[in-house]
């Protein structure tokens, strides 16, 4: 971890410049622009600073990235099949953090779910980081940017194909910071619309969608047995 992340997560913990110096072992005089740095990050934004941001491994999988943006994915075969979890964390006091989480089917409907916002602190944050990402291989680090470009992406997306996220977005919406659209990835399965159905779908219903702005050859899909 680097020095300018270390005193970032010890301010998040309440730590004075001082008490973070003696604690990591530099100059006062090391520290302090660092500190400084950290305040200027949020005030240029005028939003709450990011303590955290994870999504899981295999988010990339059928995508494609502009790789000018260096965003890597650890294990980018894990076989998401096109669903993708996201989960921001943002400081709310400097022992709790505003937590908001989002479940993305990147290839066709967008946004699925959202969960949030909630105000944890963090021992509850890890443990429901576990949890959150429970059903996939792991889980990483991520910039805001690109969970940005996941979740407000995956809706444009969806749009084009006459899908809206679900009610459960809208207050989570804002935890995401502003979306200026244009997103760096290409959604689809290797660009191609791809529905596979899941429980609690409507799968009749979604084709019916899909099917008043693409023709078959257009889309493909996977149905359950019924």
């Known amino acids: 971890m680097e020095l300018k992340d270390q005193v970032r997560e010890l301010r998040l913990r309440g730590r004075s410049p001082k008490q973070i110096a003696r604690e990591l072992g530099v100059s006062p005089s090391v520290v302090a622009p660092l500190?400084?740095?950290?305040?200027?990050?949020?005030?240029?934004?005028?939003?709450?600073?990011?303590?955290?941001?994870?999504?899981?491994?295999?988010w990339s999988e059928g995508l494609t990235v502009d790789p000018a943006r260096g965003w890597a994915d650890e294990k980018p075969d894990a076989g998401t099949g096109g669903m993708v979890s996201v989960l921001l964390a943002r400081r709310h006091t400097w022992d709790r953090m505003t937590v908001c989480g989002y479940l993305a089917?990147?290839?066709?409907?967008?946004?699925?779910?959202?969960?949030?916002?909630?105000?944890?602190?963090?021992?509850?944050?890890?443990?429901?980081?576990?949890?959150?990402?429970?059903?996939?291989?792991?889980?990483?680090?991520?910039?805001?940017?690109?969970?940005?470009?996941?979740?407000?992406?995956?809706?444009?997306?969806?749009?084009?194909?006459?899908?809206?996220?679900?009610?459960?977005?809208?207050?989570?919406?804002?935890?995401?910071?502003?979306?200026?659209?244009?997103?760096?990835?290409?959604?689809?399965?290797?660009?191609k619309p791809f529905y596979a159905q899941h429980p609690q779908d409507d799968p009749g219903k979604v084709l019916r969608t899909l099917r008043r702005t693409l023709s078959d050859d257009e889309f493909d899909y996977l149905i359950l047995d019924q």
């Open 35 to 58: 500190v400084r740095a950290i305040a200027a990050e949020t005030a240029e934004t005028g939003e709450p600073e990011v303590v955290g941001c994870w999504v899981n491994v295999g």
């Open 105 to 191: 089917d990147v290839y066709c409907l967008g946004v699925k779910n959202s969960l949030g916002p909630d105000v944890l602190d963090d021992r509850d944050l890890r443990r429901f980081r576990e949890f959150f990402f429970s059903d996939y291989a792991g889980w990483q680090e991520a910039p805001v940017e690109l969970a940005r470009d996941l979740v407000f992406g995956s809706i444009d997306y969806a749009r084009t194909l006459g899908f809206e996220p679900e009610e459960a977005f809208k207050p989570a919406a804002d935890l995401l910071g502003t979306w200026e659209g244009n997103s760096a990835i290409t959604f689809g399965r290797d660009g």
